[in-house]
């Protein structure tokens, strides 16, 4: 069966500092991979999907970027964090043929 | 890019009574349909779907209609319990590509 790993689950990281959260995805091949972000109270923003290794689209321009360095792991990162990208962030997959999106249990990050 | 509009914010019912959340979109293009729950701390979870060429689905308590001509979505939760407590939101795809979702709803059901 298909499984969706992502890490941290919560992460505490200052102001000026890089970020790296990763997902894995097994069970399947060739998904497409997403990461959004959950603003607290919020509704889920699509930052960035993946439809093949190397190929990443921006939906936001903003501080984060995405990389897909292998078929079934997707990495989103930031240079330098700042208050604003504190959130929940969220990885799903979609499979093929066409499925629903399942997601990965979230990393709550805080920028202090 | 697609627009997903979702209401009410929070819903708060009674045990045993329903529940209904409805959502819009802008895309005409768009033909799939998702409702997820979430629970705190947790990612969201499909409950039911709905497909373009579908106006009405049914899973037990949980139903979903779709107006296309409207471009309008609905979430019926009938005999609420309080395990039904939860964020629920509403997403619109085309060709399961991209997944756009509203704002959520924040389900109470009160024992």
């Known amino acids: 069966s298909q499984t969706i790993h992502q890490w941290p689950a919560t992460l505490v990281q200052p102001v000026g500092s890089p970020l790296s959260l990763e997902c894995t995805v097994e069970?399947?091949?060739?998904?497409?991979l997403y990461w959004y972000r959950q603003a607290a109270g919020r509704g889920l923003q699509l930052l960035f999907y993946?439809?093949?290794?190397?190929?990443i689209s921006s939906e936001v321009p903003q501080n984060l970027s995405a990389s897909r360095p292998q078929d079934r792991q997707f990495i989103l990162s930031s240079k330098k964090l700042l208050l604003s990208d504190s959130g929940f962030y969220l990885c799903?997959?979609?499979?093929?043929?066409?499925?629903?999106?399942?997601f990965g249990q979230g990393t709550r990050l805080t920028v202090v | 890019g697609e627009n997903v509009e979702q209401h009410p914010s929070t819903l708060s019912v009674q045990e045993g009574d329903s529940a209904v959340i409805k959502c819009t979109y802008s895309?005409?293009?768009?033909?799939?349909f998702p409702w997820y729950k979430q629970e705190l701390g947790k990612g969201p979870q499909l409950i039911i779907d709905?497909?373009?060429?579908?106006g009405e689905k049914k899973d037990q308590r949980i139903a979903v209609t779709l107006n296309k001509t409207a471009k309008h979505f609905s979430l019926h939760i009938t005999e609420t319990q309080p395990e039904d407590s939860a964020v629920y939101f509403c997403?619109?795809?085309?060709?399961?590509?991209?997944?756009?979702f509203g704002s959520g709803t924040k389900l109470n059901v009160k024992p």
């Open positions: 997403a619109a795809s085309k060709g399961f590509n991209k997944f756009y």
């Open positions: 799903a997959w979609v499979g093929h043929p066409n499925t629903e999106a399942f």
């Open positions: 069970g399947t091949s060739n998904p497409n």
């Open positions: 993946s439809v093949g290794i190397g190929q």
């Open positions: 895309d005409s293009a768009s033909n799939y």
């Open positions: 709905i497909r373009s060429n579908v």
